[in-house]
């Protein structure tokens, strides 16, 4: 019973997405360099057999810069800092270790001041 179920639902949803496979518009896919097979057309109907007929092919060189600039925005650092922030800082002694600052400075306190106690030996 349960797999007449999954069958059933396998095929309900195939009747359902077959249309949009169906009508999908290569029209509508974005004009990019890539592999194009030149002028190429389908005997039948006339119709390009290719998304990007007439398309210069595309070097690593280019498809590189392509990509890096693709994720640029969402690879980029945001620092929270304001301009005012960065003209207070006086000195940056390295990594791990905050900067001395012009006015009020920083300090971090350690989240545990003290230990639990426990008797040295278990009564």
Excluded: C
């Amino acid at each position: 019973m349960k797999q007449l179920f999954f069958i059933a639902r396998g095929v309900v949803a195939g009747l359902v997405l077959t249309p949009f496979f169906a009508f999908a518009n290569p029209a509508m896919l974005p004009k990019h360099p890539g592999y194009p097979i030149g002028k190429a057309v389908d005997p039948v109907h006339g119709q390009p057999l290719a998304n990007d007929p007439g398309q210069k092919n595309v070097t690593t060189q280019e498809a590189l810069v392509e990509a890096a600039r693709a994720v640029e925005s969402s690879s980029r650092q945001h620092f929270i800092m304001t301009l005012e922030d960065n003209q207070r800082i006086i000195e940056k002694p390295g990594a791990g270790v905050l900067p001395h600052v012009d006015g009020s400075s920083i300090k971090i306190e350690p989240p545990v001041k003290e230990g639990t106690k426990a008797p040295a030996s278990p009564q």
